[in-house]
């Protein structure tokens, strides 16, 4: 015969029917979905702000000295200023005044179906806390992700006058903890565990909130990204939330000096809830409603403030003890047990979220990819211009180089039309002035082949004029050729020669004269040549150096062609995965409805075959399944 007993088990059965179905469909989350039963409500934060003893307050270890006590063994030996909670922990009552209470995976049952529970003093849970370090430094973890947390029940002796026992609220290790390890293993972690819970409780300092939530085990997980979007899923607990400057002096411009009558405690809650609101909007973070924030003192931190103001102190202390009890209701709305059957509809939620997210990250990454592309195929086009501009100018040197050897050549045959003063009467006096007619003949005959030659090139290299001093050298090699003897006054006493032998050593002048001005002017054009060959490897190495970058960003292209592919490639598989995880999401509804009405007639069919007490339970047991299907999607 059934009972009140039996149909009370069997109540959600045809949720946890229609949920089984859900999870074998739901590709990528249907592991994380096997977590959802350990805890409902999260507490996730930096090491060292007070998370544990937050939770011990909220389970009711009211008392500053209980607290103290219970903190000891849960923090494995570490000193302070060194993440505690090694490993995820659910947290609970023990059931028994003074010893704690530890459920853990059977060692020898691979399956984890079966979890032993052990009874410890303080003592001996530390010691069992320790195991799960290693490592000189303890910084070492000895814990799979996917293992089931640790459930830890603490003595009744701790608990005060509001102890909760309805609480499911488990802690990871702390996001921010000393060792890279530990770092790692909180972000594998908050990979388990941030799809199946309904609340996350954020646990940070007042001054360090914005760094947290920017940290990539928040911003890469797509269940706890959109903290700022979906407020009815996250709580945020400032701690150190009264100690500092900027908060006091707030307080004091919005309701005076402490003590003055606007230092109410509901006062004093919207003020410091109104001024951590708007250091997130300051901090470009998203807003969020001053009544989701909980800025608190608990802990050290407490007592410190107390030490230092304890006027300050008494006016804040009923304000933290408010939001405490608000935060306790809103952790125990959430820890209901029937919460995971209600929350259906957020699951598929979740999953949507988790789509749209990925949609998100796929078109970023693809417009990254493709910027990516068009920078790289941009760079190698102008590398092959920049390539095509130093072989073109390599090419022009290398024919102006050309250009100027073949001048050069002409140069050195160029004639050197020299036009004779007429001859002197043969007369010594006379014989030596029509030598400087001569010379300057001889330079005018220079200058005038230099001009003529210099018409032919267009090389600006080139000088424009011929030698500055050219008269001079052609005057000083005249005379070298001409060899003078300065001595025509006594030309007859001395030498015996007539003045026609002096004539005809000037005639001589004639037959080297020309070759010589050909090679000087050359050697003044000729210093062209070296700069032009200068040049000319210039652009040789322009040109290697061009080549070079252009097999880089030839290179560089073909990694954005083929990163751009394996994007295309991996979106195009998991557009597939995601469209038929929406699919399925999206029938939750009909799912649940299904199975509900399956349930519903099954009980009603026993119903009709049943009498008396039997036939009343199945038929409320009927109607509280439809009930219970409407509270689920109202």
């Not at 998203?286 to 989701?292: D, F, L, T």
């Not at 059957?341 to 939620?349: M, Q, R």
């Not at 075959?609 to 109202?634: C, T």
Request: glycine share 6%; with cysteine; proline share 5%.
């Amino acid at each position: 015969m059934t009972n009140s007993a039996d149909l009370d088990r069997l109540r959600w059965s045809w949720s946890a029917e229609a949920a089984a179905w859900l999870r074998a469909r739901l590709r990528g989350v249907d592991e994380a979905l096997e977590q959802s039963d350990l805890a409902h409500v999260m507490v996730l934060g930096d090491s060292q702000v007070g998370k544990t003893t937050l939770l011990l307050r909220l389970f009711g270890v009211t008392d500053p000295e209980a607290a103290t006590e219970a903190a000891v063994p849960l923090r494995a030996g570490r000193g302070r200023g060194r993440s505690a909670t090694p490993v995820p922990i659910r947290y609970q009552w023990s059931g028994d005044p003074d010893h704690w209470s530890l459920a853990y995976d059977d060692p020898g049952d691979e399956s984890g179906a079966h979890r032993g529970t052990a009874w410890l003093t303080s003592g001996q849970l530390e010691k069992r806390l320790r195991s799960f370090r290693t490592g000189a430094t303890g910084d070492r973890l000895r814990w799979e992700s996917r293992a089931r947390p640790l459930e830890i029940g603490l003595p009744g002796r701790f608990a005060g006058p509001e102890r909760r026992t309805d609480l499911r609220v488990f802690d990871l290790p702390g996001l921010h903890s000393a060792g890279a390890e530990e770092q790692e293993a909180a972000k594998a972690l908050l990979a388990v565990y941030a799809p199946v819970v309904d609340h996350v409780v954020f646990v940070v300092s007042a001054d360090q909130f914005a760094e947290m939530v920017r940290d990539p085990a928040i911003t890469e997980n797509p269940f706890l990204l959109g903290w700022g979007e979906q407020a009815h899923r996250f709580s945020l607990v400032f701690t150190r939330a009264f100690s500092g400057d900027s908060v006091r002096r707030h307080l004091q411009a919005v309701l005076g000096e402490p003590g003055s009558p606007c230092w109410t405690r509901d006062r004093i809650v919207a003020a410091v809830q109104e001024h951590y609101a708007d250091q997130l909007l300051v901090s470009e973070l998203p807003s969020v409603a001053p009544s989701g924030l909980f800025p608190v003192e608990i802990g050290e931190s407490w007592k410190e403030l107390l030490d230092s103001d304890p006027d300050y102190a008494e006016a804040v202390a009923p304000v933290c003890d408010d939001l405490l009890r608000r935060l306790t209701d809103t952790v125990a709305r959430y820890s209901d047990p029937d919460r995971r059957h209600l929350a259906a509809s957020e699951i598929a939620a979740r999953v949507e979220i988790v789509v749209r997210d990925n949609v998100r990250r796929r078109e970023q990454a693809l417009n990254a990819a493709a910027q990516a592309w068009r920078r790289a195929k941009r760079a190698h086009t102008q590398a092959l211009a920049f390539v095509h501009r130093a072989r073109e100018a390599a090419k022009a040197a290398r024919q102006r180089t050309e250009a100027l050897r073949k001048r050069l050549e002409r140069l050195a045959e160029w004639p050197v039309v020299y036009v004779r003063p007429d001859a002197p009467e043969m007369k010594g006096n006379l014989v030596r002035a029509k030598q400087e007619e001569e010379r300057a003949a001889w330079t005018e005959a220079a200058r005038r082949a230099w001009t003529d030659w210099r018409e032919t090139t267009e090389e600006p290299e080139v000088p424009r004029q011929p030698p500055h001093d050219l008269s001079t050298r052609i005057r000083e090699k005249y005379d070298e050729l001409c060899r003078c003897c300065h001595l025509c006054e006594r030309w007859k006493r001395f030498v015996g020669d007539t003045p026609d032998h002096c004539y005809g050593r000037m005639t001589g002048v004639g037959t080297r004269m020309p070759a010589w001005i050909r090679t000087t002017l050359r050697e003044h054009a000729d210093s062209a040549t070296a700069r032009l060959a200068k040049a000319e490897a210039d652009t040789e190495r322009q040109c290697a150096v061009a080549s070079r970058y252009a097999d880089h960003t030839a290179e560089a292209l073909a990694r954005a062609v083929a990163e751009l592919d394996d994007l295309l490639e991996q979106a195009t598989e998991e557009q597939v995965e995601d469209a038929a995880n929406l699919t399925v999401a999206r029938s939750v509804r009909a799912v649940h409805s299904q199975r509900n009405e399956t349930y519903v007639h099954r009980l009603l069919g026993r119903a009709a075959q049943s009498d008396g007490d039997e036939r009343s339970w199945l038929v409320l047991a009927a109607l509280r399944g439809i009930h219970d299907l409407n509270r689920m999607f109202p």
